[in-house]
């Protein structure tokens, strides 16, 4: 039945405090709807605005990369650690567990393997079938100044609207051709690009000179990918960089899965993303988190 009375009598209406309007704090964010934001907060720490992606995307175009021959044993071990996990749906369907409860940045561009013309892709993904699993964005491959650049930039703007029309945000990827220069020109070309056309936030690489410019230049939070394997300390240098330049965090993948001890690497660049310790501390932190997996793996 109906408590009536209750209605008749609300008392907690607290009359002088003004309900207050909250801004939203994440770089260009501000304009969007609840649902893109929701989803943003769970990619980025609502705390400091920084995030440490887990890649594991490399499969769609260059098959069982090193570390991730297994997905199932090497990677689901590192999912506490990570704040999202960028990963294709079928990688996400076979190898990693409903239960898990980190978000799901989805892979959903491919279409082209190393043996052929990388800047080739097409979307690969419905967005329905992202709705069904519960991705938090999206993730297409732009090649600005590659062989198909319109077509990938096309691909971006479908997915874009797509996305809006479900609240869920996308992460525009950009695709360095072999020809290309990653300097701060090229790459401040490229993301602005992305943004301008509506990515939500912009995964890219890190460049030695000007990458505070190309980050300012960007109207949306940057994540930088780590790209080839490098050591440890380099690795931790790079990232400790980027976010001092103005990237939002790390999309990460071959510089921690490829790592002997992945698990003291991906809290090493915890350390420095979210913990804004220095590369030397960070390493310091590394070097005692491997002697204790170390001990760990012989035991097994
Ligand atoms: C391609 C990609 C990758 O598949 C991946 O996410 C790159 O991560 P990393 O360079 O850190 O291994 O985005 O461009």
């Not at 994540?223 to 960089?241: C, D, Q, S, T």
Request: aromatic fraction near 6%; proline fraction near 5%; charged fraction near 20%.
């Amino acid at each position: 039945m109906a408590d009536t009375q209750d209605m008749q009598d609300g008392k907690n209406y607290h009359l002088n405090v003004p309900q207050a309007s909250t801004v939203f704090p994440l770089k260009g964010s501000n304009a969007l709807d609840w649902g893109m934001k929701n989803r943003l907060a769970r990619v980025f720490s609502p705390e400091d605005g920084h995030t440490v992606m887990l890649a594991v995307d490399h499969g769609y175009f260059q098959g069982p990369t090193t570390g991730l021959e297994r997905i199932d044993i090497t990677i689901v071990p590192l999912i506490p650690f990570a704040d999202a996990l960028m990963i294709t749906r079928g990688a996400l369907r076979s190898s990693i567990p409903p239960e898990m409860s980190k978000p799901v940045v989805l892979r959903s561009t491919g279409g082209q393997s190393i043996l052929k013309e990388l800047s080739n892709e097409r979307i690969t993904v419905d967005i329905e079938d992202a709705v069904r699993l519960n991705a938090s964005a999206l993730a297409v491959q732009v090649y600005i100044g590659g062989v198909h650049e319109h077509q990938s930039i096309g691909n971006l703007v479908e997915l874009v609207d797509a996305g809006n029309r479900h609240g869920i945000p996308t992460m525009a990827v950009t695709g360095v051709g072999k020809d290309m220069v990653r300097d701060s020109k090229y790459l401040g070309l490229a993301t602005r690009i992305c943004a301008e056309l509506g990515a939500h936030f912009v995964k890219t690489y890190y460049c030695e000179t000007g990458f505070a410019r190309v980050a300012a230049g960007c109207p949306v939070p940057l994540v930088i990918a780590g790209g080839k394997k490098l050591p440890e300390k380099e690795a931790l240098e790079m990232a400790y960089h980027a976010v001092n330049e103005g990237a939002a965090g790390v999309d990460m993948g071959r510089n921690i899965f490829q790592c002997e001890t992945p698990k003291a690497m991906i809290q090493a660049v915890r350390a420095v993303v979210h913990g804004q310790e220095t590369p030397e501390k960070a390493m310091d932190l590394y070097l005692s988190l491997k002697t204790i997996e170390e001990g760990n793996q012989y035991a097994k």
